[in-house]
Structures are given as structure tokens and as C-alpha cells.
């Protein structure tokens, strides 16, 4: 499994690296200010690092990466490692929560097209899904912003200082995850109900809830968890965007606000964090299906 991930982690750093380099502007004239002199300007950009070559600053950035070092912010002179631990917490609760809510609907309303095979009730749920996949995120937040917070006035459209500040946001993330979800839900249980143990198990005379969640949804656990596993590495890049329009103090609002200061600690600190997650998550993804299916151990 290491030797899998670590490969990833270096090629993700070096593609961030080399496109944080190709943003146009100079973080140093940024941070020294418009109005600064050129030897101020210089004396900074040594300061940084950025009079070297693009080689030995990748070095640099790794070899400190390493040893938990992402560098200093230009912007606010924070070491990008705590810049990340202040924000990451908000980015991990509303990613949890996203993921928790898409894992319930979607599989909730998979098992019921399942069982519903054909029916009114089957077509309905498909076509909300197909509806919920489509929908893009930026737009579905606008909405949810002007019906929930401007025209209703329910709940809170900005910040993040209660549980009610998620809510927006949460259901942003989640729809189209508990799209996905619903239907990888019916269709791995269309392929396991027709099963000789699941007939077995009916003749036997177990009830239908019984059957449907001890003998098929156990069954079919193994694709669902794969495309909830997947789902959660969309979800932290969502993030991004979802936090930028509800104004919640995350890694991804962090992020956005480093890309518009040329600020390249932190957007190479935050992008490293939230692909190393994502790859931790999906290892520990294939780790259960392994558990979860003995065929897999192979």
C-alpha cells in the first residue's frame, strides 16, 4: 500500500509545484507591496527562496514536506502547518458530515428502487438522481443560499460558528454524492437479489426487511463502499468551492485565497494535505472491501 501511495504524493507535488510557478504575478512583489523599492522586492525573493532554481526549490519543498515543514505563508507569515491545523477541522466536519448524509439518503433510497424494481417509486428515485448527478454545485449552492437563507430565512448563508452554518453547505456537498451513491445502491442489489441465497433465504421464510439488509445489502457492500470511498476524495475537493460560497474557514477557502495572493506555501501545503487524505481514504476504502469480501484477499 505504501509503495503505492508515495508515488502518488510525489507526482501530486511535483504537478502542483510546477503549475503554482506558472500562475502569472510575483509572490514577492505581493508581499513586498506595489510600492516597494526593487531592492526590497529582491532582498525578499532571496528571502523566499524564489532566486533559485526551479529544481532545487522542489528539493527544498519536499525535503521539508517530509520532515512536516510546508514553509511560511507570504501573505500572513504563519507557518503553513498552522495555518492548515486552524482551518482543517472546518474542512473535516463538513466533508464527514456531506459524506455521512450522501451514505444514508443514497443507499436509503437505492434499497427502495431495489426492492421497487419498475415501479412509480423505482422511476421516481432515478430521475431525482440522475437530477441530483446533474445538478452543478455552484449553482445548486446559489439556490440553496436564496431559497433557505434569502427568501425563507431558516438558516444561516455565511460563516461557521454553529451547527446550522453547515447545513447549506452540507446539503451542497451531499445531493449529488447521494446521487452516485442511490444508484450504485440499486443496482448492486438488483445483481445480488436475484441470488440463490437470497431465494434460499425467503423460502426459508425470512421477512423481506431481513432479507434485504442482512442477506443482499451485506452483499453488496463491496461496490457501494467503493463508490462512497471515491465520493469522500470528491467531497475534500468540493470543498473548495462550497467554502468560498458560504464563507466557511476552511482549507479550501484557504486555498482560494492563497491562488488569488500568489501565496505558494500554502496552496502547496493545502493541496499535498488534501491529496494525502485522499489517498489515505481510498486505502482504507480498499482495506474494508477486502474485509468485507474474502474473495478479494486473493
Do not use: C, K
Request: positive net charge; charged residues 15%.
Amino acid at each position: 500500500m505504501l509503495g503505492r501511495t508515495l508515488p502518488v504524493l510525489a507526482g501530486v507535488s511535483l504537478l502542483v509545484f510546477l503549475i503554482v510557478h506558472a500562475i502569472p504575478g510575483d509572490p514577492a512583489v505581493i508581499a513586498a507591496g506595489l510600492e516597494s523599492s526593487p531592492e526590497t522586492v529582491e532582498q525578499i525573493r532571496r528571502s523566499l527562496g524564489l532566486d533559485r532554481p526551479l529544481p532545487e526549490q522542489f528539493a527544498r519543498f519536499v525535503g521539508r514536506a517530509v520532515q512536516g515543514d510546508l514553509g511560511v505563508s507570504i501573505r500572513t507569515g504563519v507557518p503553513v502547518t498552522e495555518e492548515i491545523a486552524h482551518r482543517l477541522p472546518h474542512t473535516a466536519r463538513l466533508a464527514l458530515w456531506s459524506v455521512a448524509a450522501a451514505a444514508f439518503f443514497g443507499i436509503l433510497a437505492g434499497a427502495l428502487a431495489a426492492v421497487r424494481r419498475n415501479s412509480l417509486l423505482d422511476h421516481l428515485v432515478m430521475s431525482a438522481t440522475l437530477v441530483a448527478v446533474s445538478t452543478p454545485s455552484f449553482w445548486l449552492a446559489l439556490m440553496l443560499m436564496l431559497t433557505f437563507s434569502l427568501w425563507l430565512g431558516w438558516l444561516p448563508s455565511i460563516g461557521a460558528t454553529s451547527p446550522l452554518h453547515y447545513v447549506l453547505p452540507v446539503a451542497t456537498l451531499a445531493l449529488q454524492a447521494a446521487g452516485e451513491i442511490a444508484r450504485m445502491t440499486r443496482a448492486a442489489l438488483l445483481d445480488v437479489l436475484g441470488d440463490e441465497f437470497v431465494r434460499a433465504a425467503r423460502a426459508r421464510g425470512s421477512s423481506g426487511r431481513r432479507v434485504l439488509f442482512r442477506h443482499a445489502l451485506a452483499n453488496a457492500l463491496v461496490p457501494i463502499t467503493a463508490v462512497i470511498g471515491l465520493r469522500v476524495g470528491g467531497l475534500l475537493a468540493g470543498t473548495v468551492l462550497v467554502e468560498s460560497v458560504f464563507a466557511v474557514p476552511g482549507v479550501g477557502r484557504m486555498m482560494v485565497e492563497a491562488v488569488v495572493a500568489r501565496d505558494f506555501p500554502v496552496i502547496q501545503g493545502g493541496v499535498l494535505v488534501i491529496a494525502t487524505l485522499y489517498v489515505a481514504v481510498n486505502a482504507a476504502t480498499d482495506t474494508v472491501a477486502v474485509v468485507a469480501d474474502p474473495r478479494l484477499r486473493a
